[in-house]
Each structure stands twice: as C-alpha cells, then as structure tokens.
C-alpha cells in the first residue's frame, strides 16, 4: 500500500522547497557533476564551505552515510548529502549501499527536525545504478522508513528525467517496490 506522505515531481530538485533536499554527493563532498555540481552551483558557496568544515573534522562521508549542511541559496533550510554506490554488476552490496542512503538521510533528517525532504535519483547517473533497481530501492526503502515514523511529514522524489519518472510513477501507482 503506498503512503499518502510519498509525492513524485518531475523537475529540478535545486527549485523544490521542503526543509532539506538531497544532495547524491560524492565522498569528498567538495561537489561534482550532475545534482551535486547542480546543488552546489545554485546553493552557493556556504554548502562547499560547510562541506569543507565536515571534511576536515571526519575525513569525507562514505558510502551509504549522510551528512547535513546549510542549503545555502536554495529554498530549502538544508542539504542532506548521501554517498551513493557505483554500480559494480551487483556486486558489492551496491543495493544495501543504497538502501542506507535513504534510511541515512531520513534519520538524520529526523534528528534535525525536518518534515518534508526531497531525493534525487541517487547513483543512477555516473554511478552508473540500473535505474529501474534504484527506483524500487528508493521506494522500498523510504515505504518501510514512513510506515515507522510520524514526523516526517512528506517525502518527494524528484526525477530531472522523464525515464527515472515513470519508473517511479509505476512504483508508486502499484503501491509496491518488489
């Protein structure tokens, strides 16, 4: 049964507002390509300094973990960057790796206070995930997170490609990740 909490938005995550969105950063955090070049180029400079700040005291984030940030310039009140898996034929336990994104994230998001977040497409762009895969992670993960939580009040996938879109639409519309 899908959660009434769970919205599905075609666009660009840089423009959404909720109180954290989610950065697919890499484990530098010192920005990149795709949503992460996109996050840090419209969120400004304080999200690379705060980065910096989290690197100097932890060394980085690993995969599968998540830290916050200030949104900068966006109009969200955080950013919550996750490190998703490159994709290695599935074996490398990339799908727990991914899982722990969205469980990460959320639980931070809960020690934080947030109510409404928003995710990317995580590892489905250079990490190269099967975005079909990812797409059932995604939800099976964020389902099972919801159905323990009342505080999260709303959660948003954003695909910036129409692809990732009706992956998650048909997800969502069975009410099913499997």
């Known amino acids: 049964m899908s959660d009434n909490r769970i919205e599905l938005i075609r666009g660009d995550i840089t423009r959404i507002v909720t109180d954290a969105i989610v950065n697919a950063a890499n484990s530098s955090l010192l920005g990149g390509g795709g949503v992460d070049g996109a996050i840090h180029k419209a969120g400004g400079p304080a999200i690379l300094e705060a980065c910096v700040a989290i690197r100097n005291k932890q060394g980085g984030c690993k995969t599968g973990e998540a830290v916050i940030t200030t949104a900068g310039n966006l109009p969200a009140r955080y950013v919550i960057h996750t490190v998703g898996p490159v994709w290695n034929n599935g074996k490398k336990n990339e799908a727990e790796l991914l899982a722990a994104c969205y469980n990460n994230s959320l639980t931070l998001a809960v020690k934080n206070g947030i109510k409404t977040i928003s995710f990317p497409n995580i590892s489905t762009g250079i990490y190269h995930f099967p975005k079909q895969q990812a ?40 009410g099913t990740a499997s």
């Open 135 to 174: 797409a059932a992670i995604a939800v099976k993960a964020v389902t099972a997170f919801l159905a323990n939580t009342t505080q999260i009040e709303k959660v948003i996938f954003v695909c910036f490609d129409e692809e990732n879109y009706a992956l998650y639409n048909q997800l969502l519309q069975q």
